[in-house]
């Protein structure tokens, strides 16, 4: 069983989405089902309306799941697995208050040392606990007396001293799980054999894999954590930068099929450059991803964008666009000589077929060649047409056909007229009106 855990927390970062496009691959490559927990740990960050946005957006990439559920709901189980710890000594009560802690940190930072956790409380006997009824304590593990290592699938060896690995806490002073303990006990119930997620996360393994050792749960999971992307300054993308989201690009634009071809891409070997989420199901292989960070490229996606508008089906493109109308499917294709998104190509679509406010340039022409268009019964050739127009005008060359482009497009360069010409033909008299 894989997993898929976002955080209701935010829009969906293309960071997340790669993890989920990459969780979808192996899924359908080992034939085991694919859930999507939510990691609904962090109370006061959640939006229920995130939740919503997740499942839409991952739907329409194709990627479905089995199960869907809330860590919330394995409330019950993470509490009853924390008593039980404390009970056979694993875990221990911390009365440390949060005041007390930040003034350690605060003073591990101005020593320059990293802070961990000072085992303040991990000898209090069970009378000192009885006796400090009443007052807030979290659950803290026992930190681990051996390096705690495993073989990362993207990254290799990865080993944590005992101390990095700390003394995590399980149950905060509300008695709610953090993410670390809850994941590790769902990916536990949920029988999870792989885990693929952001390598932001490679250092909470060892802390999870310690959780799971406490527990005696001795089922391998294997993890494969994926490198982050950098935006164009090397930096890592954050989730205020627009093209971060997935919803952004979306909105832009950019089709589905061209971002998950993107995204699969990045730091990766391929066979071949342009393909779909279901030919990468027939090839993708973890061992050829790059463990060092990727860079995102906006004019690779723009590339891989024009390419799907071309591969795909002139009804279901034109439909994007609001239209039903194989010919505005061919003219989008036409324009991404020239544009690249849905939404820049829109603009160009709906210049062309209404009516064009009179230019400055080219004016004399321009009203020249728009009386003879009103109410023509247009040429179904585009050469006859332009030759006709021609004889009409007395004009010829550029004094003919940067008008004539204009009138027809609203711009005066732009692909070749006589392969618009058929395309608009049926609009021809709105555009001429
Ligand atoms: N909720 C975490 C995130 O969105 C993922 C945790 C996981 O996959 O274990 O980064």
């Not at 060896?157 to 008695?175: H, M, Y």
């Not at 342009?274 to 050829?288: G, I, M, N, R």
Request: net charge neutral; proline share 3%.
């Amino acid at each position: 069983m894989l997993r898929f855990a976002p955080s209701p927390t935010g829009n969906l970062h293309i960071g997340n989405l790669r993890v989920a496009l990459i969780n979808h691959i192996i899924s359908v490559q080992n034939k085991e089902d694919l859930i999507l927990r939510i990691d609904d740990t962090d109370n006061e960050r959640n939006d229920s309306q995130m939740i919503e946005n997740i499942v839409r957006i991952l739907q329409s990439f194709g990627i479905s799941f089995s199960k869907m559920f809330s860590q919330s709901e394995n409330l019950k189980f993470h509490q009853s697995i924390a008593m039980d710890l404390l009970t056979k000594r694993k875990a221990f009560c911390c009365f440390c208050s949060q005041e007390e802690i930040q003034a350690k940190k605060d003073k591990a930072k101005k020593d320059k040392k990293p802070y961990r956790y000072d085992n303040t409380c991990l000898s209090i006997t069970d009378k000192d606990v009885l006796e400090a009824e009443g007052k807030p304590f979290t659950i803290r593990l026992r930190s681990p007396e051996n390096n705690i290592s495993f073989i990362d699938k993207v990254k290799g060896e990865i080993s944590l001293a005992p101390f990095e690995v700390d003394s995590t806490i399980l149950l905060r002073s509300d008695k709610k799980p953090t993410y670390n303990f809850a994941s590790s006990v769902d990916d536990m119930l949920n029988d999870i054999s792989l885990v693929i997620r952001g390598d932001d996360h490679l250092t909470n393994t060892p802390k999870q894999l310690h959780i799971l050792n406490s527990i005696n749960y001795d089922k391998e999971i294997n993890f494969a954590h994926l490198p982050i992307i950098l935006n164009t300054d090397g930096k890592k993308m954050s989730k205020r930068e627009e093209s971060s989201s997935v919803q952004w690009l979306i909105s832009k634009g950019y089709l589905e099929t061209a971002i998950a071809n993107y995204l699969l891409l990045l730091g990766n070997q391929t066979p071949k450059e342009v393909f779909t989420l279901d030919e990468a199901c027939e090839w993708f292989d973890l061992s050829k991803l790059s463990s060092s960070s990727a860079k995102f490229d906006i004019n690779k996606l723009n590339f891989l964008n024009r390419e799907h508008i071309l591969i795909s089906d002139d009804i279901f493109i034109s439909e994007k666009l609001g239209y039903s109308d194989i010919n505005i499917g061919k003219l989008i294709k036409l324009y991404t000589e020239e544009a690249s998104t849905l939404e820049e190509i829109k603009s160009k679509i709906t210049k062309t077929i209404n009516k064009k406010e009179t230019p400055n340039e080219w004016k004399e022409n321009y009203n020249i060649i728009k009386k003879l268009l009103i109410n023509r019964e247009f040429e179904k050739d585009f050469n006859d047409f332009k030759n006709n127009i021609s004889k009409e005008s007395n004009l010829k060359g550029k004094n003919l056909l940067k008008p004539l482009r204009y009138i027809l497009t609203g711009e005066f360069n732009g692909p070749n007229l006589s392969e618009i010409y058929p395309l608009i033909y049926n609009y021809l008299l709105k555009v001429t009106a």
